[in-house]
């Protein structure tokens, strides 16, 4: 089996003040401490706490990510930040086509793919967030959906640029709904989502590249989806408000992981 380590990330989306999002961030840091050798871990707290949860970081391997940025490097934008803003902040990972993005912002695929690559452009890593809808998963297009998510993001996306990208299937219809697909099922999209990147840029990089399960990963269940030979880890929202819940989620990711 190719050695992968698993990652775990953390999406706190549009949740906690700054009093929690440190206090959060300090006690998974502190509990995680003696798992990151054998799991990589990311947190995306709201833009306004970056900085706070930055250095309620410092000291610690666990990577600071951002839920959200410009394609542009400056200009007229109000409102947005860019990618170079978000690394004076010490900012390491970036979110790209979450399904709230593309389904409630209205984000769509060629919006998606400027942001993929302006992100790989400024030194950035990368999840790539793909997964299909209830209906389309109801009428067999699950396969489908996420090739042509996955094509889109990855357009123009240089094979030595793969390495900063993580790719996270996210089913919309389990995303903070409390359900989840099956430890099978979720590997059959896993397996597929794997063998297009095969079929686009070789034997060497589909074994190399992580993909994440996220769609209501909770301590109870991570154990039996991240021991799935092709499932890499969770990008995980709900659960990884509470430092108890995200930690066990981690320590399972760690335990049975591909790495």
Not at 117 to 124: D, F, K, Q, V
Not at 174 to 192: C, E, S, V, Y
Request: one cysteine or more.
């Amino acid at each position: 089996m190719p050695q992968r380590m698993p990652y775990v990330g953390g999406n706190w989306k549009m949740n906690t003040d700054l009093a929690g999002a440190t206090a959060l961030a300090e006690a998974v840091a502190a509990g995680a401490a003696n798992l990151l050798s054998a799991c990589q871990v990311v947190v995306c707290p709201p833009l306004t706490y970056l900085q706070a949860v930055g250095k309620a970081l410092e000291g610690s391997a666990i990577l600071l990510g951002a839920q959200n940025f410009h394609h542009q490097p400056s200009g007229a934008f109000t409102g947005e930040v860019s990618c170079s803003m978000l690394k004076d902040l010490g900012v390491g990972v970036v979110l790209c086509g979450h399904s709230e993005r593309r389904h409630v912002m209205g984000e769509g695929d060629v919006l998606i793919n400027a942001k993929v690559l302006a992100a790989l452009e400024a030194g950035l890593q990368i999840i790539l967030c793909i997964g299909e809808k209830i209906e389309q998963r109801e009428a067999g297009q699950t396969d489908a959906v996420n090739a042509g998510q996955l094509a889109y993001g990855l357009a123009g996306v240089k094979p030595e640029q793969l390495a900063r990208v993580t790719i996270a299937y996210e089913p919309v219809w389990a995303i903070g709904t409390g359900k989840t697909a099956t430890p099978i099922d979720a590997q059959n999209a896993h397996r597929a989502i794997r063998n297009e990147i095969r079929h686009s840029f070789g034997d060497a990089a589909a074994d190399a590249i992580r993909i994440q399960y996220g769609g209501s990963v909770k301590p109870g269940n991570a154990g039996e989806l991240f021991s799935q030979p092709d499932i890499d880890g969770g990008l995980i929202g709900g659960a990884s408000l509470k430092a108890g819940d995200f930690l066990a989620i981690v320590r399972a990711a760690a335990e049975t992981g591909n790495a």
